[in-house]
């Protein structure tokens, strides 16, 4: 027998299961432990600090092997999903949410030098910052700040970006630290740029009202080749990015408030992306501070066609606003119309619904990394087959979470968002359920190579 602490939520589980990966002890006893890839030792997201028991966990896989040495982890830092306890351990778990991941990428990233790369770099500057001040209390704007960091940085994160500064009243975003293609790291980029926007009006609207105050951004976006690393002081190294596209967007940035515009991109990001598929508005042909030379910059206004990760990642906060009441209504719903399901679940619904909203979560902040995304939702359903769970349930279960969703946004529900919302239970569910074919594929076409 052992036992395993788990530091911070002082959970103590004893498991006699020496087969198990840290991770499954974990799911099996409904503690909400990341694991992107689903237990692939791919995303790094289900590690955890041993603090006591070292020895009592199995030898790294050749996998995490490699993770560790990439990312110069000491000895403590272990991956849930690739080892095994075989006495007791205390640990803690280091990444608790998605919005947390992106910044594992800079673990990637060089000391004490700098790598070139092509990245998108967003700029988002609050609009008349100085007037706010003034007229407000202390306390008031420091409230209002927080929040408006905070709106404005999950569009960032949830697209795969890192925040990069606050500067002031202003917001800096990067995308594409850890590599990817330019299309992948512009679209992150105008995901995010919209999500702001879109983000900054329903503050107002809801949150500001009381305030007597409304939040205007400007957001200018631009692509190019930077050098980014970990440099500074020896002992005090900041992840720092430099180079001539950083300037550029912050100038872009200024020139939406002359272009009285919201979100200005320029023509690299605006050619990063395939034709057709942005809404653009004005265009503006102008010499930047310190160019000689006239640049065109494109006012963004959204998406041609409906698109599914930004109507998701716009909903989601709203949708999961009261966690615990959004899992109790979907299961009450689901046991109404199939008595017969109940039986399959082992554990008190509290805890269950823990897990399903923090899964739900994950998978909105996993959509800019598809490929995790897709190993974790095959793991997921592989675990459901465990569970008992005929894929004749699932049309079910999808149409009572999009019932759910709908009655938890309320008027803010619109057809857009429903038909976002049921292409991507589309999408989870035939990942979950069709594990079985699509793994049958690839081993196919690897015999065939
Ligand atoms: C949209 C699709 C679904 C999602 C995202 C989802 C999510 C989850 C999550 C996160 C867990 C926790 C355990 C784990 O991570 O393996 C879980 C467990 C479970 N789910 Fe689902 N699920 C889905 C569909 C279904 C369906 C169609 C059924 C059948 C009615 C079902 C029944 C169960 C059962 C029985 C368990 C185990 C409960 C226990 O051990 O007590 N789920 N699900
Ligand atoms: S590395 Fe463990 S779940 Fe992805």
């Known amino acids: 027998m052992a036992s395993i602490l788990y ?29 992107e890839c689903g237990g692939n030792g791919r995303c790094t997201t289900c590690r955890v600090r041993v603090i006591e028991g070292h020895q009592n966990l199995s030898a790294r896989t050749m996998v995490e092997r490699n993770t560790a040495h990439l990312r110069r982890w000491d000895p403590a830092v272990r991956l849930a999903c690739q080892c095994r306890v075989k006495g007791d351990v205390v640990v803690q778990r280091l990444v608790w949410t998605g919005a947390e991941v992106n910044k594992l990428q800079l673990e990637t990233i060089p000391e004490g030098e700098a790598e070139e790369r092509n990245i998108a770099i967003l700029f988002c500057d609050l609009r008349n910052f100085t007037r706010i001040t003034s007229q407000n209390l202390a306390f008031d704007i420091a409230h209002m700040l927080n929040r408006f960091y905070t709106v404005l940085g999950d569009p960032i994160l949830m697209n795969n970006g890192i925040i990069y500064q606050y500067v002031g009243d202003e917001i800096v975003g990067i995308f594409g630290t850890a590599g990817g293609t330019r299309q992948k790291n512009a679209t992150d980029a105008i995901r995010a740029a919209l999500g702001m926007q879109y983000a900054i009006e329903r503050l107002n609207h809801m949150e500001l009202k009381d305030f007597d105050t409304k939040f205007e951004v400007g957001v200018g976006v631009n692509f190019g080749r930077a050098f980014i690393g970990h440099l500074g002081h020896p002992k005090h190294r900041q992840f720092t990015v430099i180079g001539d596209p950083v300037n550029v967007a912050s100038r872009i940035q200024g020139y939406t408030k002359v272009a009285k515009v919201k979100t200005l991109i320029s023509e690299s990001i605006y050619k990063s992306v395939e034709e057709g598929t942005l809404e653009i508005g004005n265009t503006f042909r102008t010499q930047l501070d310190g160019k000689d030379f006239e640049s065109q910059l494109f006012e963004l206004r959204g998406f041609r066609e409906m698109d599914m990760n930004l109507e998701l990642q716009s909903s989601l906060d709203f949708i999961l606003k009261n966690e615990e009441g959004f899992a109790r209504r979907f299961y009450d719903k689901v046991f109404t119309k199939a008595p017969g399901v109940r039986a399959l679940f082992k554990s008190d619904m509290v805890s269950q619904g823990r897990l399903l909203t ?22 997921l359903g592989k675990s459901h087959e465990k569970y008992g769970v005929r894929p004749e349930y699932y049309p079910l279960v999808e149409e009572i979470l999009l019932e759910t969703i709908r009655e938890e946004l309320g008027a803010l529900y619109t057809e857009k968002l429903g038909r976002a919302w049921k292409q991507a239970l589309e999408y989870i569910t035939s990942q979950m359920v069709n594990w079985e074919a699509d793994e049958k594929i690839v081993e196919m076409s690897n015999a065939a190579n």
Do not use: A, C, W
Not at 14 to 35: A, V
Not at 358 to 379: A, C, N, Q
């Open 7 to 35: 530091n911070g939520i002082n959970q103590l589980i004893t498991t006699f299961d020496q087969d198990s990966t840290l991770l499954d002890i974990s799911l099996e006893n409904k503690i909400p432990h990341l694991h």
């Open 358 to 379: 923090h899964m739900l979560s994950g998978i909105v902040y996993s959509l800019s990394r598809p490929e995790y995304l897709k190993m974790g939702l095959r793991t």
